[in-house]
Every structure is written in C-alpha cells, then in structure tokens.
C-alpha cells in the first residue's frame, strides 16, 4: 500500500489539470510550496541517506529508471528515466533497461561548462556505489542479488579503494543507452528496487568533485535541483531548467474511494492539496510528496 499522501496529491493534481490526461506539467517559478520538516535532514546523496525526509528532496532531484502509477489498482511500475520497461530473461535473473535518450543532468561546474546526458553507465557506476565500503550503504543489502559486486566489496576491503572502473559481469553498460543487470538467483521483483529514490543516477563526475560533501551536492536529472540548503535550516528546491517534462496520463482505477476523493477536490478548491498548487504561496503541516508534482520545463 502507497502513502495517502501520494494518493491525495496525484488526484488534485488530476482534479486540477481537467485535462491532465494530455496534458504537459510547465513549471510556474512564481508558485511556492513551502513545506515544514518535523525533523532535520541528512544530506542528499541517494546511496547514503535513509530518513524520510531526505528521501522526500531526493525524489525530486533524482531520476530512478522506473516509478509508480499511483492510480492503478493494484499500483503499478511504469517507466520514469527509462524508456520501457525492463525486458527480462533467463527466468529473471537477467534485466536489460533501455535509457531515454535526450535526459540531461542539470548543470554543475564538475561538467566544465558542458551538457551532461544521462546515460547507462550512471546507472551502473550509481548501483556500484552501494557496495564501496566507504559510504556505508544503509541499502547495500538490496543489491545483494547481482553477480560479482560482492567480491569488488571485498576487494575494496583489502586494498581500501573501491576500484569502480572493474568490469562486474553483474552490472554492464552494453552501449550508451543499456544496462544489463544479471542476478544470481531468479528474482521477479528486482524490478521495484529499481523504482527507489535511492537508485536514481548520479554522475561520477560529481561524485568525484567533492569527494567529501557528497551529501551536499545533489546533481540529478528530475525536475528539480537544489538552490540553497542551510542545513537543519532551510531547504530550497528550484526548477531544474534541463527537465525533459511530465506528461501527466495515469487515470484513477475502479475502487469507488477514488471518485470519492476527486470529487472532493473538485467541490473544496480551498484545501491545503489544492491551495499548494493554485496559491501562489501556500503553507503545509501536512503536505504531498515532492515528486508527486509532476511539471515540465517550458521548452518544446
């Protein structure tokens, strides 16, 4: 079961777009959501941070290859950075994902003024970094299924550097655009491991630039990026003008509490849900996820 949150948040958005089914997200800098944390942040390297709150940032700035539809019933994976989903084979215990070309991190100087595009290898050096023994992965474990990773963790071990350039036969760029995952064991749910926040790319650049700050130099490819953060203070998330868009095409299912919510969307325009959208700035207790407002960037 997906939090309520979420739910309430893709049927506004769904009550207020009218037409969302076709329709482009374009992002509004002149709308606010301004949004209380109960407890302080940790930083924002998706490999690292477990609390809720961090996570939430996260999803906004970090593009997993697969994500949810909240709507269907049951809920669903659907593609987010990847183009389709997953084709498996070998009785699951081999994953091939095809990337969406045209993805492009926002802008940071550990790209030397150039446009950095997503590619497959993102995802393979990303999904390595959960066993370098030096960022203590709290999710180390997820990837315990993928062939070869564990004996580069006990190499790093050893020689105290996690050679991130040794080819694992688990993880492979096959070309620019696809990685191939290979299992040890069949696994039918690797899938929804892929649709975690936390298995958003990274790029290695970044990674490498500031070695010591991780945490606090989040560079990704979803619709946000961080402008300011004062930490344990204050967080502020801006449009990241290199998002490729939302188009917003998921519909509510059959169960009746669906309707049910979207028709009081619909009737009480006042709601928190909806003021934090239409308002130009609006103040929550209780508030959406932050990648549950789908938006686009302005260009075609």
């Given at each position: 079961?997906?939090?309520?949150?979420?739910?309430?948040?893709?049927?506004?958005?769904?009550?207020?777009?009218?037409?969302?089914?076709?329709?482009?997200?374009?992002?509004?800098?002149?709308?606010?959501?301004?949004?209380?944390?109960?407890?302080?942040?940790?930083?924002?390297?998706?490999?690292?941070?477990?609390?809720?709150?961090?996570?939430?940032?996260?999803?906004?700035?970090?593009?997993?290859?697969?994500?949810?539809?909240?709507?269907?019933?049951?809920?669903?994976?659907?593609?987010?950075?990847?183009?389709?989903?997953?084709?498996?084979?070998?009785?699951?215990?081999?994953?091939?994902?095809?990337?969406?070309?045209?993805?492009?991190?926002?802008?940071?100087?550990?790209?030397?003024?150039?446009?950095?595009?997503?590619?497959?290898?993102?995802?393979?050096?990303?999904?390595?970094?959960?066993?370098?023994?030096?960022n203590k992965s709290p999710y180390e474990s997820f990837i315990d299924g993928i062939t070869g990773l564990e004996q580069l963790k006990k190499q790093a071990e050893k020689t105290g550097k996690f050679n991130y350039d040794t080819k694992v036969p688990g993880v492979q760029a096959l070309d620019r655009y696809t990685l191939q995952v290979k299992l040890k064991e069949t696994d039918y749910n690797f899938a929804y491991i892929m649709a975690l926040p936390n298995f958003g790319a990274v790029a290695r650049e970044v990674i490498e630039a500031y070695p010591d700050d991780t945490n606090g130099h989040p560079i990704g490819t979803g619709p946000y990026r961080l402008k300011e953060w004062k930490r344990s203070n204050k967080i502020i998330l801006e449009a990241n003008p290199e998002f490729r868009g939302f188009t917003w095409h998921f519909e509510p299912g059959s169960d009746p509490l669906d309707k049910q919510i979207i028709a009081v969307m619909w009737l009480s325009r006042t709601t928190s849900l909806i003021c934090c959208i239409c308002a130009s700035s609006s103040r929550l207790w209780r508030c959406p996820t932050i990648s549950s407002i789908p938006r686009s960037s302005n260009k075609a």
């Open positions: 079961m997906f939090p309520l949150s979420r739910l309430l948040a893709t049927i506004a958005l769904t009550a207020v777009g009218a037409a969302a089914t076709v329709e482009a997200w374009a992002a509004d800098p002149d709308k606010v959501l301004r949004i209380e944390f109960y407890v302080a942040e940790t930083g924002f390297d998706p490999v690292k941070v477990q609390d809720y709150y961090s996570q939430e940032v996260n999803e906004g700035i970090f593009d997993p290859l697969l994500t949810y539809d909240y709507l269907a019933r049951p809920a669903k994976l659907v593609p987010r950075a990847a183009e389709a989903m997953p084709t498996i084979a070998d009785e699951a215990k081999t994953y091939i994902f095809k990337v969406r070309k045209g993805i492009y991190f926002s802008d940071d100087p550990a790209f030397k003024g150039k446009r950095r595009e997503l590619t497959a290898e993102d995802y393979a050096y990303s999904i390595k970094r959960f066993k370098d023994p030096a």
